[in-house]
């Protein structure tokens, strides 16, 4: 099969802009073969992903992307995860409570810099049950606070920024325990994120195998060409798996379309193949 895949995307479970059935009716459009739905600490999605699939032609693997570590920013991508596991909601329970947290936080924050917002307001607006920072920023650019959404994220509540609060996160190995006990296949997603040399991400890479890392996301929409190739000799160099995605959020990231990242993505079905087999050996 030559068909394309995007196993990195998002639904209004999380922080992208289309519903789970939307998004499935989305990739048949663009004549994708399968998507996996990984929204942030939230399976809530799934379900109704999954229902729709025969009705669109478009496989869905259930799956999730989970913040981990300390200071890096980490996130660890879940494939074919048992989305009714009670110990997975659990956990994905303390990391949404703790988001919310966050998120007020930023909020009376971004308050103290003048912006005349309110968290209620930005739950209201958006519908979200799961809020995040593009709900908030793009909240701000739709009452007329500021310009571009891109601006708050830059200059208010990205690392380092005015109105930034740090996020909970589970530590690498109770995220990737997470996905395990779930029965999923744990991935390394977007390697850029960390900004570290290759030597340095071999050693991350290699700690985070010996706690179960399966994979890396190999190709992704915001790599250049030197570091898909890294990712690519990473994932070699340590015998795992490989896989890809576009991060696809809708209208919430613009310029980033599903299936094809920037314009220019193709991620082969042969890889959904290859973690299909190790998920069912696992």
């Known amino acids: 099969m030559n068909k394309a895949i995007d196993l990195h995307t998002h639904t209004t479970a999380s922080d992208g802009s289309y519903a789970p059935a939307e ?58 995860i048992d989305n009714k596991s009670p110990c997975l909601r659990d956990v ?14 930023m909020v009376e924050k971004l308050r103290a810099e003048g912006f005349d917002i309110s968290y209620a307001e930005i739950k209201a607006k958006t519908g979200a049950k799961n809020v995040g920072r593009l709900h908030i920023a793009q909240t701000m650019e739709n009452k007329g606070l500021v310009r571009d959404y891109r601006k708050v994220f830059k200059q208010y509540i990205s690392e380092g920024g005015l109105a930034y609060v740090p996020r909970a996160r589970l530590s690498e190995k109770d995220g990737i325990d997470a996905i395990r006990n779930a029965g999923g296949l744990p991935f ?38 030197e570091t898909e190739a890294v990712a690519h000799r990473l994932a070699d160099k ?45």
């Open 188 to 225: 390394l997603a977007h390697i850029n994120y960390l900004k570290k040399t290759e030597k340095e991400l071999e050693v991350t890479v290699n700690r985070l195998k010996g706690l179960g890392l399966a994979g890396i996301e190999a190709y992704y929409s915001g790599y250049t060409l």
């Open 23 to 80: 998004l499935v009716a989305l990739a048949g459009r663009a004549s994708l073969a399968a998507i996996a739905v990984t929204d942030h600490d939230s399976i809530d999605g799934i379900d109704e992903a999954l229902s729709a699939s025969a009705r669109y032609g478009v496989e869905v693997v259930p799956g999730v992307e989970i913040g981990v570590g300390g200071t890096d920013n980490m996130h660890i991508l879940g494939f074919y």
């Open 92 to 105: 994905l329970d303390g990391l949404k409570q703790a988001r919310e947290q966050r998120n007020m936080l």
């Open 238 to 282: 340590f015998g795992l798996l490989k896989s890809g995605g576009t991060d696809f959020h809708g209208t919430r990231r613009r310029g980033i379309y599903l299936g094809t990242g920037r314009g220019n993505m193709l991620v082969p079905y042969v890889l959904l193949t290859q973690i299909k087999a190790a998920a069912l050996k696992d």
